[in-house]
Protein backbone atom coordinates (compact mmCIF):
# COMPACT_ATOMS: atom_id res chain seq x y z
CA UNK A 1 0.00 0.00 0.00
CA UNK A 2 1.53 3.05 -1.42
CA UNK A 3 0.60 6.96 -2.03
CA UNK A 4 3.14 8.22 -4.24
CA UNK A 5 3.20 11.56 -6.88
CA UNK A 6 4.00 11.36 -10.83
CA UNK A 7 4.50 13.98 -13.45
CA UNK A 8 2.19 15.20 -16.06
CA UNK A 9 4.42 17.11 -18.25
CA UNK A 10 7.60 16.73 -19.68
CA UNK A 11 9.46 19.32 -18.03
CA UNK A 12 8.40 17.64 -14.80
CA UNK A 13 6.77 21.36 -13.08
CA UNK A 14 3.09 19.42 -13.01
CA UNK A 15 2.60 16.74 -10.59
CA UNK A 16 -1.07 14.38 -9.76
CA UNK A 17 -1.34 11.71 -6.91
CA UNK A 18 -1.87 8.10 -7.09
CA UNK A 19 -2.01 5.02 -4.76
CA UNK A 20 -1.34 1.55 -5.45
CA UNK A 21 -2.71 -1.88 -3.52
CA UNK A 22 -2.13 -5.19 -3.68
CA UNK A 23 -4.72 -7.40 -3.88
CA UNK A 24 -5.65 -11.00 -4.75
CA UNK A 25 -5.86 -11.66 -8.86
CA UNK A 26 -8.51 -14.39 -8.69
CA UNK A 27 -5.92 -16.89 -10.73
CA UNK A 28 -4.04 -19.40 -9.24
CA UNK A 29 -0.87 -21.06 -9.92
CA UNK A 30 -0.72 -25.22 -10.71
CA UNK A 31 0.14 -25.98 -6.80
CA UNK A 32 -3.45 -23.74 -6.23
CA UNK A 33 -1.46 -20.69 -4.36
CA UNK A 34 -3.42 -17.73 -5.26
CA UNK A 35 -1.77 -15.04 -7.21
CA UNK A 36 -1.62 -11.05 -6.17
CA UNK A 37 -1.70 -8.44 -8.29
CA UNK A 38 -0.95 -4.82 -8.02
CA UNK A 39 -3.96 -2.18 -8.27
CA UNK A 40 -3.13 1.97 -9.08
CA UNK A 41 -5.10 4.36 -9.03
CA UNK A 42 -4.26 7.91 -10.10
CA UNK A 43 -5.75 11.21 -11.18
CA UNK A 44 -5.40 12.58 -7.27
CA UNK A 45 -4.46 16.20 -6.86
CA UNK A 46 -2.97 16.00 -3.05
CA UNK A 47 -1.49 13.55 -0.95
CA UNK A 48 -4.89 13.97 1.55
CA UNK A 49 -7.24 13.05 -1.55
CA UNK A 50 -4.61 10.01 -2.73
CA UNK A 51 -5.12 8.81 1.09
CA UNK A 52 -8.48 8.94 1.48
CA UNK A 53 -9.32 7.33 -2.06
CA UNK A 54 -6.74 4.74 -0.84
CA UNK A 55 -8.95 4.60 2.72
CA UNK A 56 -11.73 4.23 1.06
CA UNK A 57 -10.62 1.24 -1.34
CA UNK A 58 -9.19 -0.86 1.31
CA UNK A 59 -12.49 -0.33 3.43
CA UNK A 60 -14.71 -1.06 0.51
CA UNK A 61 -12.07 -4.66 0.38
CA UNK A 62 -12.31 -5.29 4.36
CA UNK A 63 -16.48 -4.66 4.27
CA UNK A 64 -16.74 -6.89 0.89
CA UNK A 65 -18.34 -4.28 -1.44
CA UNK A 66 -15.62 -5.19 -3.31
CA UNK A 67 -16.02 -8.66 -5.10
CA UNK A 68 -12.37 -10.58 -3.91
CA UNK A 69 -13.97 -14.31 -3.40
CA UNK A 70 -11.10 -15.80 -5.49
CA UNK A 71 -8.52 -14.95 -3.06
CA UNK A 72 -10.68 -18.05 -0.97
CA UNK A 73 -10.26 -21.61 -2.66
CA UNK A 74 -12.17 -24.70 -1.45
CA UNK A 75 -8.90 -26.12 0.74
CA UNK A 76 -9.08 -23.01 2.53
CA UNK A 77 -12.54 -23.45 3.54
CA UNK A 78 -11.91 -27.01 4.81
CA UNK A 79 -8.94 -26.24 6.72
CA UNK A 80 -10.11 -23.31 8.35
CA UNK A 81 -13.45 -25.60 9.38
CA UNK A 82 -10.12 -28.71 10.39
CA UNK A 83 -8.44 -25.52 12.40
CA UNK A 84 -11.81 -24.78 14.26
CA UNK A 85 -12.85 -28.57 15.09
CA UNK A 86 -10.01 -30.02 16.71
CA UNK A 87 -9.42 -27.05 18.55
CA UNK A 88 -12.20 -25.93 19.94
CA UNK A 89 -13.49 -29.31 21.66
CA UNK A 90 -16.89 -29.10 20.02
CA UNK A 91 -16.88 -32.26 17.61
CA UNK A 92 -16.37 -35.95 18.90
CA UNK A 93 -12.60 -37.55 17.51
CA UNK A 94 -15.01 -39.76 15.41
CA UNK A 95 -16.98 -37.01 13.80
CA UNK A 96 -13.95 -35.46 13.32
CA UNK A 97 -12.18 -38.60 11.87
CA UNK A 98 -15.44 -38.96 9.47
CA UNK A 99 -15.04 -35.60 8.19
CA UNK A 100 -11.43 -35.72 7.26
CA UNK A 101 -12.11 -39.33 5.36
CA UNK A 102 -14.86 -37.16 3.62
CA UNK A 103 -12.21 -34.75 2.42
CA UNK A 104 -9.46 -36.93 1.55
CA UNK A 105 -11.54 -39.49 -0.57
CA UNK A 106 -14.07 -37.62 -2.09
CA UNK A 107 -13.57 -33.57 -2.48
CA UNK A 108 -9.93 -34.04 -3.82
CA UNK A 109 -10.54 -32.87 -7.17
CA UNK A 110 -12.30 -29.76 -5.61
CA UNK A 111 -9.56 -28.59 -3.43
CA UNK A 112 -8.14 -25.85 -5.71
CA UNK A 113 -11.23 -24.44 -7.29
CA UNK A 114 -12.00 -21.04 -6.24
CA UNK A 115 -14.82 -20.72 -4.69
CA UNK A 116 -17.36 -17.71 -7.11
CA UNK A 117 -16.47 -21.08 -9.32
CA UNK A 118 -18.51 -23.10 -7.31
CA UNK A 119 -21.85 -22.52 -9.63
CA UNK A 120 -24.77 -25.09 -9.20
CA UNK A 121 -23.77 -26.68 -12.20
CA UNK A 122 -20.19 -27.45 -10.73
CA UNK A 123 -21.29 -29.22 -7.90
CA UNK A 124 -23.82 -30.80 -9.68
CA UNK A 125 -21.33 -32.10 -11.80
CA UNK A 126 -19.61 -33.54 -8.57
CA UNK A 127 -22.21 -34.79 -6.94
CA UNK A 128 -22.86 -36.65 -10.51
CA UNK A 129 -19.26 -37.94 -10.91
CA UNK A 130 -19.87 -39.55 -6.75
CA UNK A 131 -22.11 -41.95 -7.68
CA UNK A 132 -20.19 -43.00 -10.58
CA UNK A 133 -17.84 -44.16 -7.93
CA UNK A 134 -20.12 -46.02 -6.34
CA UNK A 135 -20.22 -43.53 -3.18
CA UNK A 136 -23.22 -44.90 -1.10
CA UNK A 137 -26.34 -42.15 0.07
CA UNK A 138 -24.71 -42.26 3.80
CA UNK A 139 -21.52 -41.40 2.32
CA UNK A 140 -22.56 -38.29 0.23
CA UNK A 141 -25.07 -37.10 3.37
CA UNK A 142 -21.88 -37.16 5.45
CA UNK A 143 -20.07 -35.23 2.65
CA UNK A 144 -22.85 -32.24 2.61
CA UNK A 145 -22.87 -32.11 6.24
CA UNK A 146 -19.09 -31.58 5.89
CA UNK A 147 -19.70 -29.17 2.98
CA UNK A 148 -22.41 -27.09 4.80
CA UNK A 149 -20.96 -26.63 8.22
CA UNK A 150 -17.47 -25.19 6.83
CA UNK A 151 -19.21 -23.67 4.29
CA UNK A 152 -21.30 -21.90 7.12
CA UNK A 153 -17.88 -21.06 9.52
CA UNK A 154 -16.61 -19.54 6.40
CA UNK A 155 -19.40 -17.71 6.54
CA UNK A 156 -18.78 -16.69 10.32
CA UNK A 157 -15.26 -15.76 9.65
CA UNK A 158 -16.50 -13.33 6.90
CA UNK A 159 -14.18 -14.66 4.60
CA UNK A 160 -17.10 -15.52 1.89
CA UNK A 161 -21.06 -14.13 1.91
CA UNK A 162 -22.97 -17.21 1.04
CA UNK A 163 -22.88 -21.17 1.29
CA UNK A 164 -22.92 -22.48 -2.47
CA UNK A 165 -24.00 -26.05 -0.81
CA UNK A 166 -27.06 -24.51 1.25
CA UNK A 167 -29.42 -25.54 -1.18
CA UNK A 168 -28.46 -29.36 -1.42
CA UNK A 169 -31.18 -31.65 0.05
CA UNK A 170 -29.50 -34.98 2.01
CA UNK A 171 -30.98 -38.41 0.18
CA UNK A 172 -33.41 -39.58 2.04
CA UNK A 173 -32.11 -43.35 3.72
CA UNK A 174 -35.06 -45.51 5.27
CA UNK A 175 -34.36 -47.02 8.30
CA UNK A 176 -33.51 -50.48 8.49
CA UNK A 177 -34.62 -52.79 11.44
CA UNK A 178 -32.01 -54.94 13.43
CA UNK A 179 -31.76 -58.05 14.13
CA UNK A 180 -33.13 -58.60 17.77
CA UNK A 181 -32.41 -61.13 20.17
CA UNK A 182 -35.00 -64.36 20.75
CA UNK A 183 -35.59 -64.55 25.08
CA UNK A 184 -33.47 -67.79 24.30
CA UNK A 185 -30.40 -66.30 22.72
CA UNK A 186 -30.34 -63.63 25.05
CA UNK A 187 -30.70 -66.36 27.95
CA UNK A 188 -27.20 -67.87 26.33
CA UNK A 189 -25.41 -65.07 26.33
CA UNK A 190 -26.23 -63.99 29.66
CA UNK A 191 -24.95 -67.51 30.74
CA UNK A 192 -21.90 -67.26 29.07
CA UNK A 193 -20.89 -63.90 30.36
CA UNK A 194 -22.01 -65.30 33.82
CA UNK A 195 -19.31 -68.28 33.23
CA UNK A 196 -16.47 -66.20 31.58
CA UNK A 197 -16.77 -62.33 32.12
CA UNK A 198 -18.16 -62.30 35.97
CA UNK A 199 -16.25 -59.49 36.53
CA UNK A 200 -18.99 -57.58 33.55
CA UNK A 201 -22.37 -59.92 34.56
CA UNK A 202 -23.79 -56.88 36.53
CA UNK A 203 -23.37 -54.23 34.32
CA UNK A 204 -23.85 -56.21 30.93
CA UNK A 205 -27.18 -57.44 32.43
CA UNK A 206 -28.29 -53.78 32.91
CA UNK A 207 -27.18 -52.44 29.30
CA UNK A 208 -29.15 -55.74 28.17
CA UNK A 209 -32.29 -55.00 30.23
CA UNK A 210 -32.68 -51.72 29.76
CA UNK A 211 -30.70 -51.25 26.53
CA UNK A 212 -28.67 -48.01 27.98
CA UNK A 213 -25.43 -47.30 25.82
CA UNK A 214 -21.96 -47.46 26.83
CA UNK A 215 -21.52 -43.68 27.96
CA UNK A 216 -24.66 -43.58 30.18
CA UNK A 217 -24.23 -47.37 31.77
CA UNK A 218 -20.18 -46.09 32.52
CA UNK A 219 -21.23 -43.08 34.38
CA UNK A 220 -23.90 -44.73 36.99
CA UNK A 221 -23.13 -43.91 40.32
CA UNK A 222 -24.22 -45.36 43.36
CA UNK A 223 -26.65 -42.54 44.52
CA UNK A 224 -28.30 -43.48 40.95
CA UNK A 225 -29.71 -46.48 42.00
CA UNK A 226 -32.86 -45.15 44.22
CA UNK A 227 -35.63 -47.46 45.94
CA UNK A 228 -39.07 -46.90 44.69
CA UNK A 229 -42.69 -48.56 45.19
CA UNK A 230 -40.91 -52.24 46.20
CA UNK A 231 -38.06 -51.73 43.02
CA UNK A 232 -34.90 -49.97 42.15
CA UNK A 233 -35.17 -47.16 39.31
CA UNK A 234 -31.84 -45.59 38.16
CA UNK A 235 -31.65 -42.09 37.82
CA UNK A 236 -29.63 -41.07 34.29
CA UNK A 237 -28.64 -37.56 33.89
CA UNK A 238 -25.17 -37.80 33.02
CA UNK A 239 -23.29 -39.76 30.70
CA UNK A 240 -19.48 -40.39 29.41
CA UNK A 241 -17.66 -39.32 26.42
CA UNK A 242 -15.55 -40.88 24.23
CA UNK A 243 -12.53 -38.14 25.70
CA UNK A 244 -13.20 -38.86 29.58
CA UNK A 245 -12.73 -42.85 29.42
Not at 27 to 34: A, C, H, M, P, V
Request: hydrophobic share 35%.
Amino acid sequence: MTVGKYYTNIEKTKFKWWFVVDVPSGEYDKFGKQKRKQVRVRGFNTEKEAKEAERKFLNSLEGGKVELKGDIIFRDVINFFFDFIKNEGKYEKGTIKNYEGYFKNHMQDLISIPIKKLTPAFIQTWHRNLYKKGVSDHVYNGCLKLLKRAFNYAIELKQISTNPFSELKPVSIPKKLRNRFSTKELKEVIDTCIEAMPEFYCIFCIATLTGMRLGEYSAIRPCDIKRKDNRYVIYVDKQITRNEY
